[in-house]
């Protein structure tokens, strides 16, 4: 039984599937893997992004369609043309996350761009939706990389589907079919991947970092602001990094979120779309039975 929601069947997905645009692991090479599996691939630029290096991604990307670009908003004002690269590029979904300053959004929406960002709360998504943002991302406090580690993804995810109309992304520790079927049935448009992906044949990651992720267990995480200090990272306090752990507790630059423990094997990004996209809809449809 195929998923579709209204959303991704706008966008002609066959699978209401995004890869998290996760800067170090999504690169073009896993945009076009998963936008052929039937999902809407992302290519992420994050804390080092330049529009160079989105160039380069993009030229990796090559002609795949639908396709979308994520990036960190207080980058994008530092970074001399990144923005500009993006919406050249024209994108099906534009993601600008982690500001509260929205001169972009007219900008991607007079190009025909559709819009959407990452919110940790209500407040969060009403300010967005207020500043003409067309698709939220509910990024619960399970999640790896960066954001506001508030609120579980689906109290967050409740709160913010019964607060705006917009379509709902949902993100944070959705790495097996059951967490799928879960925000889908929630009310979801579509879910937000990002540790399962980092883990796939055609990411980024590093081997090193690769095997560290299938490894590790749901436990092995935490939120620091250690390897942004280090860096000169401008991320804010309140924006920390979930990361690994090793056997001692000691942080790691490996960005993971809780749903790593379900991260057993690299495998292909069409594959572990499918994996969850088929136990998703076996629970799913047994549920409307």
């Known amino acids: 039984m195929p998923i579709a929601t209204p959303w991704s069947a706008s966008l002609g997905l066959r699978h209401p599937v995004v890869n998290a645009p996760m800067g170090g692991a999504a690169g073009g090479r896993l945009a076009a893997a998963v936008s052929a599996a039937g999902g809407l691939g992302m290519i992420g630029m994050g ?27 207080w ?35 007079a190009a025909g761009i559709s819009t959407a960002t990452q919110v940790a709360s209500v407040p969060a998504a009403l300010r967005a939706v ?9 990024r619960g406090a399970e999640g790896g990389g960066h954001g506001e580690p508030r609120v579980g993804t689906l109290p967050l995810l409740a709160e913010v589907l019964d607060a705006v ?4 992304l949902a993100a944070g520790g959705i790495a097996t079919g059951r967490a799928l079927a879960a925000v889908l049935a929630a009310g979801a448009a579509g879910a937000w991947l990002g540790t399962v992906l980092a883990a796939s044949t055609e990411a980024l990651t590093r081997p090193a970092d690769r095997d560290l992720l299938l490894a590790a267990a749901s436990t092995d995480t935490v939120n620091t602001s250690e390897f942004d200090l280090a860096l000169g990272y401008s991320w804010p306090s309140w924006q920390p990094e979930r990361v690994l752990v090793d056997a001692d507790g000691a942080a790691l630059p490996v960005n993971a979120g809780q749903g790593v423990g379900a991260v ?14 088929g136990q998703a809809a076996g629970l799913l449809g047994r549920w409307a039975r």
């Open 47 to 73: 804390s080092a992004a330049s529009a160079e290096a989105l160039t380069a991604e993009l030229a990796e990307l090559g002609a795949v369609r639908p396709f979308g670009i994520g990036l960190v908003h």
């Open 75 to 109: 980058v994008t004002e530092a970074a001399p043309g990144l923005l500009d690269t993006a919406l050249a590029a024209r994108p099906d979904l534009l993601c600008v996350s982690f500001g509260d300053e929205w001169s972009w959004v007219s900008r991607a929406r």
């Open 130 to 138: 207020d500043a003409g943002v067309q698709v939220l991302v509910a």
């Open 165 to 168: 109309e917009v379509p709902v």
């Open 264 to 277: 057993r094997a690299a495998r292909p990004a069409a594959v572990v779309l499918d994996d969850l996209c």
